[in-house]
């Protein structure tokens, strides 16, 4: 039933944004989760690389067929991500080498996005 004018209310002035016939937003709840997600965003993106790391070690121990469109795809990718990590031991034994450096360089990537994340947390004022 619609309100009549004898039985209608308007809405008392201390309620903002309900006059207008609007919701308000609470801006500080989305710029949490606008943060929280950037935050988890920077920590996937350094597991993701982690885990190509991983994959090229896997690939190299096990002595992976190198022509295979994954195999490939995986080195190739690691020689960016692995950045100065993969000369940067040098033992006689290859497979070693490319544990220690790249296992290094997955490390790294996974320190880093957990630093950068926590950063942006407590610069966004979630942490």
Do not use: C
Not at 110 to 117: F, S
């Amino acid at each position: 039933m619609p309100p009549t004018p004898a039985t209608y209310q308007p809405p008392a002035a201390d309620e903002p944004g309900k006059a207008e016939g609007r919701s308000k937003t609470d801006w500080r709840a989305v710029a949490d989760r606008v943060v929280a997600t950037l935050a988890g965003i920077v920590r996937w993106v350094g597991l993701a690389f982690a885990v190509v790391l991983v994959l090229h070690v896997v690939f190299v121990i096990g002595e992976a067929n190198q022509a295979n469109s994954i195999v490939s795809f995986v080195a190739d990718a690691t020689d960016t991500l692995a950045m100065g990590f993969r000369d940067l031991f040098t033992p006689e034994d290859p497979k070693l080498a490319v544990l220690v450096n790249y296992g290094i360089a997955a490390l790294f990537w996974l320190v880093v996005t957990a630093i950068v994340a926590r950063i942006i947390r407590r610069v966004g004022g979630t942490d």
